[in-house]
């Protein structure tokens, strides 16, 4: 035995001894990082996230793997804040991670994916809706969502068709995702005709909306559309509710999570929330069902599914690719559609969906909803 062979059998009886198997150390691992918010206050949307990737990635593994390899998924907390985003990006680059299913906030996504696309990782975010991520050229960078250029006028035209409220307030978080949300559904309403009277931002992480509240009863509003998050949104309904103001809201994605209901209690009765489609209640996705509810988990919130497309495509692209170099894995991407539990998949030369669409929802105090009509 020469000296070489003798030290491979010496780090095999250390492995053996310290309970580890050759496996965990394989080359033929292929690690996904997770990221997303873990901690902080949306950390509800990034459970969503992880949990339908981490089925993916179990299913898929059940099934065999991707070209012979496993894959594995690495966890990484961004709390939905950009800087935190931009340290955890740079840690998947030194962890040498080369796939990645995240961010979940716009503004943590778009940071982190300059990052990715000058180090060759390729990125799929199931969550991340500003238009603003896709339209730079990129090539390393997708996404299993639809854009706010879409929800937008999809909220903007529900509230001027059937709505059809006198005065409209439309209010945001100062936000990437929330003001750019906001800013296409008072275009979109100011295109049909329908006066919006206040155009004005909050900060996240406010408490007290007195002021606002004010501003709203003198402006004679009847509606608001809020772009941003649902911590903010349920004290906002709860307060509207406690100061006598009879409003009809509204909000995107980001707001349609059952703790809105914890907040606002019966003040978040008939708020109207745009989403994707419930992909829970598609009869071909009865047995996923199944399999989070057998782990205790709630398949329901808008991006457990989007997120379990992402990890798919991902593994689709590697094997159509033949290989896990990522340019090759995104030219095939956007070179083939994938049947997902979320639809058939095709990606134009953005790294957008061909083909997505919003659902406006009626949402319920106990937290459930059923389709606005």
Not at 50 to 62: L, P, R, S, Y
Not at 144 to 152: A, E, R
Not at 277 to 291: C, E, M, T, W
Not at 318 to 330: E, M, N, S
Request: glycine letters at 10%; proline letters at 4%; charged letters at 20%.
């Amino acid at each position: 035995m020469n000296k070489a062979s003798k030290q491979v059998s010496k780090l095999f009886a250390a492995m053996a001894l310290a309970g580890m198997t050759s496996y965990s150390m394989a080359a033929d691992t292929i690690k996904i990082a997770l990221a997303g918010p873990v901690t902080g206050a949306v950390a509800q949307y990034g459970e969503m996230q992880f949990i339908g990737a981490e089925m993916a990635i179990e299913q898929i593994n059940k099934a065999g793997g991707v070209n012979g390899a496993m894959l594995e998924g690495v966890k990484y907390d961004d709390a939905c804040d950009p800087k935190q985003a931009v340290a955890v990006a740079n840690k998947i680059v030194n962890d040498e991670v080369k796939f990645v299913v995240g961010h979940l906030c716009s503004s943590s996504t778009q940071p982190a994916s300059d990052i990715y696309e000058d180090e060759g990782i390729l990125m799929v975010t199931a969550a991340s809706t500003s238009p603003e991520i896709t339209a730079r050229g990129y090539q390393l960078v997708f996404r299993t969502i639809g854009l706010d250029s879409l929800q937008g006028p999809t909220a903007g035209n529900f509230i001027a068709d059937h709505v059809k409220p006198k005065t409209v307030a439309v209010i945001h978080d100062k936000q990437q995702y929330g003001e750019g949300i906001a800013t296409a559904v008072k275009q979109t309403l100011e295109g049909k005709g329908t006066k919006v009277a206040l155009f004005e931002g909050i900060n996240a992480g406010d408490k007290d909306f007195s002021a606002l509240i004010a501003k709203l009863k003198q402006a004679g509003v009847d509606f608001v559309y809020y772009g941003g998050y649902h911590p903010e949104l349920g004290l906002l309904l709860r307060q509207t509710k406690e100061k006598g103001l009879n409003v009809k809201f509204m909000g995107p994605e980001g707001v349609g999570n059952k703790e809105i209901s914890a907040i606002a209690g019966p003040a978040s009765e008939g708020m109207l929330v745009t989403l994707p489609k419930s992909f829970d209640q598609d009869p071909k996705n009865q047995a996923l069902v199944d399999g989070f509810k057998a782990k205790n988990q709630d398949p329901s919130g808008p991006f457990v599914f989007p997120a379990y497309a992402a990890v798919q495509v991902i593994a689709e692209g590697i094997k159509k690719a033949g290989d896990t170099d990522t340019a090759k894995v995104a030219a095939a991407l956007r070179a083939n559609s994938f049947d997902t539990p979320t639809g058939t998949l095709g990606f134009d030369e953005k790294g957008d969906l061909k083909d997505f669409s919003f659902v406006v929802y009626e949402w319920h105090q106990d937290g459930t909803k059923t389709e606005a009509k």
